[in-house]
């Protein structure tokens, strides 16, 4: 699947606002793939951190279910506003932005340690994130549960997160291709093929496919 990133905040605008259609590393001044859902906000740093590699799991993958959609928190221009501003949510702008809408922030904005996530997924404390496609699959097919395409897709992403979690964290330009690279190995397929299996199974026939971590 591509991704254009030029829906994405008409996708945060519609997970946010009171209608309309729903919806994650590269840092700033590195362009993001069309395949790829994920941000990095670094700065510019390019120092090499060391080769990384899949691992085997040490947790086991889990499904995190999407906020509702069409919470009227957020609209269009503030959606916008969103993605300008807090690219890294740490950044005063982002701050500004929260003191200013309180509401879209809380609709978007959502960390990895959430039970529930938003459009837009922090991950390590802001270091990258990632656009939740998983969770727009699953409110767009109104199926939430664990054996559906949105929740195993979500599965098998979390599978590859865990395999590369030995380039965490991402501090660098260059630990964020490792990163990218890691998710794209036959390896990490490979530690994930359970996973894998099942989300060719639960998404068979609707086209989906992985679209994050694809630069």
């Given at each position: ?49 060391g080769v990384c590699s899949p691992q085997s799991l040490d947790r086991k993958p889990r499904w995190v279910p999407p906020r509702p959609w069409h919470q009227d928190a957020c609209t269009p221009a503030q959606a916008t506003a969103f993605l300008e501003a807090c690219a890294k949510d740490s950044d005063p702008a982002c701050k500004k932005f ?118």
């Amino acid at each position: 699947m591509r991704t254009n990133h030029a829906v994405i905040p008409f996708l945060v605008a519609a997970a946010c606002s009171s209608s309309g259609l729903p919806v994650g590393p590269s840092p700033p001044g590195l362009s993001v793939g069309v395949d790829s859902g994920v941000t990095s906000t670094l700065d510019g740093a390019a120092t090499d951190a060391g080769v990384c590699s899949p691992q085997s799991l040490d947790r086991k993958p889990r499904w995190v279910p999407p906020r509702p959609w069409h919470q009227d928190a957020c609209t269009p221009a503030q959606a916008t506003a969103f993605l300008e501003a807090c690219a890294k949510d740490s950044d005063p702008a982002c701050k500004k932005f929260e003191a200013e809408n309180p509401a879209c922030f809380a609709c978007a904005h959502s960390t990895d340690q959430d039970s529930e996530r938003g459009p837009i997924i922090y991950f390590e404390n802001g270091s990258y994130t990632e656009t939740n496609f998983y969770g727009c699959i699953a409110l767009a097919q109104n199926d939430l549960s664990i054996s559906a395409c949105g929740a195993n897709s979500a599965i098998y992403d979390d599978c590859a997160h865990i395999a590369c979690r030995s380039c965490l964290p991402i501090t660098s330009t260059a630990r964020y291709r490792q990163f990218v690279d890691c998710f794209q190995q036959k390896e990490t397929d490979a530690i994930c093929a359970n996973e894998l299996a099942k989300f060719k199974q639960r998404c068979s026939g609707i086209g989906a496919r992985r679209v994050l971590h694809r630069p």
